[in-house]
């Protein structure tokens, strides 16, 4: 299997501008969930699906941001419109009910809003 | 409310000693622990976890973890660092708020383990 899928893996835009960053799981695997990785906040959650149900989008920072699963082989992130507060790496990870707490990890799409 | 702590921003250790990343956790009820590890400009990659059963529990790269249930604690070991092992350790306990077999995990802040040649 070639493992959690990201992409871009590098996106640089300016203030304003929509970003849209793009997920695909591990065939198989139902939980989807999408961190961001900054210095100064460290690791944070913020959206969890199951079954591409949102269960837990309390992490999300504010209407600027939305995710959708439209299917268990592709999940998306947006950010509309976007600020220079938002650079960080954006992760994705899957995992199954089967194996719990074992999540496999996209290698990130590091993003910076001048 | 659960949580994990890493006392330990980070860790130096020489090559050839052995090496203890920290962490404790708060839990209601029996726990599930995690550790993962980041290696630079990479995702998380799963090490070990610990359910039930024996509270020593090995994992990946010679890695192991010992569960305390009255220390609450959940220590990463190795014997023998290497360089390569240097790289960001998360320790993580899974949420029991969605209850059955979610894989919502609470990770700490990570600690970074540095070992010197």
Known sequence: DAGVIQSPRHEV?????EVTLRCKPISGHNSLFWYRQTMMRGLE???YFNNNVPIDDSGMPEDRFSAKMPN?????LKIQPSEPRDSA???CA????SRPGELFFGEGSRLTVL | AQSVAQPEDQVNVAEGNPLTVKCTYSV???PYLFWYVQYPNRGLQFLLKYITGDNLVKGSYGFEAEFNKSQTSFHLKKPSAL???????????RDIRYGGATNKLIFGTGTLLAVQP
């Open chain 1, 13 to 17: 835009t300016e203030m304003g501008q």
């Open chain 1, 45 to 47: 959650l913020l959206i």
């Open chain 1, 72 to 76: 268990a082989s592709f999940s998306t």
């Open chain 1, 89 to 91: 790496v954006y992760f």
């Open chain 1, 94 to 97: 899957s995992g199954e009910d």
């Open chain 2, 28 to 30: 209601s009820g029996n």
């Open chain 2, 83 to 93: 360089v390569s092992d240097s790289a960001l350790y998360f320790c993580a306990v």
